[in-house]
């Protein structure tokens, strides 16, 4: 346990609580970036791209279809649990997650942004209906049942890799409401964060007097923007991560440890 992150934490009255991949690895969910801040693979599919090419769709529901399952059977882990145990403390002012896998509520967190969405929804980008991925799930399968048993090793955020396959064959179920696009619930990269979300988040961050960063880089802007306010405003910044973060010379205090050990002092 770092002595340092104790104090810092203990000092704080109301955290702004920000979090990233770093999390949830312990939970089996992959990351995307190495402790340098770059890609470990190709970076995840673009919104522009998912919306104008029906094979970009084909091929991220294919993987989806495989990735899902596992990602959905996820459980928290040691750091979901700690950062549920602060808020219990009473000194959280806000947990804003850029994870879409929903652990943290999973762990009995309640004061929860979730900044890129969540990837347990689906949402028609016509008549903007919203229904559970499970339920989609049952409807690709039904659609490509023999796609089931292909072997996939899991990727970040519910994808699989899945490589050397026609992805031409697989079909893609329309919403059934309006027959318009159907879309996980999350940002993805190339599409803005919804402006009513940022300006709440603002508005926690105007309320905190200090941050932590868990589990994060910081290297998507849509996070590091935050940390930039934060600093600016002249609030105390830590970062728990393992390697380098696009905020190092902004921080007031950096702790290299694995997240869950480093904040086991909380439970």
Known sequence: ???HLADFIHRARRL?????????TDSGIPDYRDADGHWKRTP?????DFM??????QRYWARSLLGWPRFGQALPNGTHAALAALEDRGQMEVLLTQNVDCLHQRAGSRAVIDL???LDQVRCMGCEARSPREEFQDSLLALNPEWAHLDAAQAPD???????????????????????????DVVFFGENVPRERVA???????????VLVVGSSLMVYSGFRFVQAAAKAGLPV??????????????????????????????
């Open 1 to 3: 346990m770092s002595t």
């Open 200 to 210: 709440a988040v603002h508005d926690h961050l105007g309320r905190a007097d200090a």
């Open 238 to 267: 830590a970062a728990l991560n393992l390697g380098r973060t696009r905020a190092d010379d902004l921080l007031t205090l950096k702790v290299e440890q694995p997240c869950a050990p480093a904040l086991s002092f909380l439970l």
């Open 116 to 118: 890129h969405g969540r």
């Open 44 to 48: 995840p599919v673009n919104f522009q």
């Open 158 to 184: 519910g994808d699989a890799d899945l490589e050397g396959v026609d992805f031409a064959a697989f079909s893609v179920p329309a919403c059934p409401h309006c027959g318009g696009i159907l879309k996980p």
């Open 16 to 24: 702004f609580v920000l979090t990233g991949a770093g999390c949830s």
């Open 52 to 57: 104008a090419l029906p094979a970009t769709r």
